[in-house]
């Protein structure tokens, strides 16, 4: 088994910061890739910011310039500051993680999500 912790989400005004941060934990052999997606109600689901193993970063169009995505191989973490936030970032920001289980099964799993808020 295994399990996303997301942390970070609240409200906040236009043009401030937030720091998301999501831990995986349990049955972990290793984690290929890590990122934030996000979703408004009605939208489809897009993605914000991922990481691989080895650094290889991918931002979504709406993060470019304004957001970052960092990971702690050693703390299986993933962290997404971002900067300079507009209205429309508001939205639900899951943590997304794709890993190989100690049993060798590779898995897609999703946090719950976390709740952004920008106040204009």
């Known amino acids: 088994q295994v399990q996303l912790v997301e942390s970070g989400g609240g409200l906040v005004q236009a043009g401030e910061s937030l720091r998301l941060s999501c831990a995986a934990s349990g049955s972990i052999l290793s984690i290929n890739v890590m990122g934030w997606y996000r979703q408004v109600p009605g939208n489809q689901r897009e993605l914000v910011a991922s990481i691989t193993s080895s650094d290889t970063i991918n931002y979504g169009d709406s993060a470019k310039g304004r957001f970052a995505i960092s990971r702690d191989n050693a703390k299986n973490t993933v962290n997404l500051q971002m900067n300079s936030l507009k209205p429309e970032d508001t939205a639900v920001y899951y943590c997304?993680?794709?890993?190989?289980?100690?049993?060798?099964?590779?898995?897609?799993?999703w946090g719950k999500g976390t709740l952004v808020t920008v106040s204009s």
């Open positions: 997304n993680v794709r890993l190989t289980t100690i049993s060798y099964y590779r898995m897609n799993v």
